[in-house]
Nanobody, 121 residues
Framework: QVQLLESGGGPVQPGGSLGLSCAAS????????MGWYRQAPGKQRELVAT???????TYVDSVKGRFTVSRDNAKKMMYLQMNSLKPEDTAVYYC???????????????WGKGTLVTVSS
């Protein structure tokens, strides 16, 4: 059974920094694209950043220059370093990964349960 587990959320003041981690575990053959999504209260879930197995990242415009996504393929981990946080960054942050569980299997999307980030003074 594949699981994604986020950690690192919590309260932070505007202008502060916070780091999130996502750990993938279980029967995993390979992980291709990984991503961070977020869902603010009353809003739809939105993409924040993605990172390929090669390390190539993409970001939504609202976080460019403030957030950095990275991953450790050997440890099956993904990270999100968030700097210069704003109240509008408040949301539940979800880890997503496209995972192949065995050789020649069809890759499938997996999601973590989320971790809450609250940016407030």
């Amino acid at each position: 059974q594949v699981q994604l587990l986020e950690s690192g959320g919590g309260p932070v003041q505007p202008g502060g920094s916070l780091g999130l981690s996502c750990a993938a575990s279980g029967s995993i053959f390979s992980i291709s694209t990984m991503g961070w999504y977020r869902q603010a209260p009353g809003k739809q879930r939105e993409l924040v950043a993605t990172i390929e197995s090669s390390g190539d990242p993409t970001y939504v415009d609202s976080v460019k220059g403030r957030f950095t996504v990275s991953r450790d393929n050997a440890k099956k981990m993904m990270y999100l370093q968030m700097n210069s946080l704003k109240p509008e960054d408040t949301a539940v942050y979800y880890c997503n990964a496209l995972i192949t569980v065995r050789y020649l299997a069809v890759p499938r999307d997996y999601w973590g349960k989320g971790t809450l980030v609250t940016v407030s003074s």
